[in-house]
């Protein structure tokens, strides 16, 4: 079992649907991490939750939610996204939040289309 | 700001020739780097971390990174190119003054032929 798991692996959704992302731990890490990953961009950082509280949020627009009901669960809700929104999102954990000595485990990436 | 430069976004060697990708950050107090690892529809892996402890840095499936302060870089080595190799590679500096911020380099494609 892998230590990181994303559920769909591929998600085509249209402007107008409502979709979510999963991602489930089995660690027992603190942290966990939402990035994005798109072509020809570096991987940028969306959310980060300790211990279920959320506490980085980089500008990210409203049209995605996360939410993390637990330390092993971190879901992304999805609502009215645009085509640019269409990448790779990775999902992250780390033991906590001392990522300057730690190490992040990441999922496969669920990969997004939005048409 | 943090930031970091990888300065080939891909680089082809044949098997069993000597890898070399590049990484240069900004100097700015004292960074942790770490290289990580995506072979194709995978998630990124550690490959290895320098925490300001040794400045020649051994990481996993022989690779290696050497922190050489006066030239604010972190190359990525390994003697002898696999074909297991290909992957994309990407640099990540942050800091002691950062937080959660990890910043991440653009990433380096390496192709290995036969």
């Known amino acids: 079992e892998t230590g990181v798991t994303q559920t769909p692996r591929h998600l085509v959704m249209g402007m107008t649907n409502k979709k979510s992302l999963k991602c489930e731990q089995h660690?027992?890490?603190?942290?966990m991490y939402w990035y994005k990953q798109s072509a020809k961009k570096p991987l940028e950082l969306m959310f980060v939750?300790?211990?279920?509280?959320?506490?980085e949020n980089n500008s990210v627009p409203s049209r995605f939610s996360p939410e993390c009901p637990n330390s092993s669960h971190l879901f992304l809700h999805l609502h009215t996204l645009q085509p640019e929104d269409s990448a790779l999102y990775l999902c992250?954990?780390?033991?906590?939040?001392?990522?300057?000595?730690?190490?992040?485990?990441f999922g496969e990436g669920s990969r997004l289309t939005v048409l | 700001a943090q930031s970091v430069t990888q300065l080939d976004s891909h680089v082809s060697v044949s098997e069993g020739t000597p890898v070399l990708l590049r990484c240069n950050y900004s100097?700015?107090?004292?960074?942790?780097l770490f290289w990580y690892v995506q072979h194709p529809n995978k998630g990124l892996q550690l490959l290895l971390k320098?925490?300001?402890?040794?400045?020649l840095v051994k990481g996993i499936n022989g690779f290696e990174a050497e922190f050489k302060k006066s030239e604010t870089s972190f190359h990525l080595t390994k003697p002898s190119a696999h074909m297991s190799d290909a992957a994309e590679y990407f640099c990540?500096?942050?800091?002691?003054?950062?937080?959660?911020?990890?910043?991440f380099g653009g990433g380096t494609r390496l192709m290995v032929k036969p």
């Open positions: 992250a954990s780390s033991q906590d939040l001392a990522v300057n000595t730690g190490e992040l485990f």
């Open positions: 990540v500096v942050t800091y002691n003054n950062a937080g959660n911020m990890l910043t």
């Open positions: 660690l027992g890490h603190n942290a």
């Open positions: 939750y300790s211990l279920e509280e959320r506490v």
């Open positions: 320098y925490t300001s402890a040794a400045t």
């Open positions: 100097s700015s107090y004292s960074p942790s």
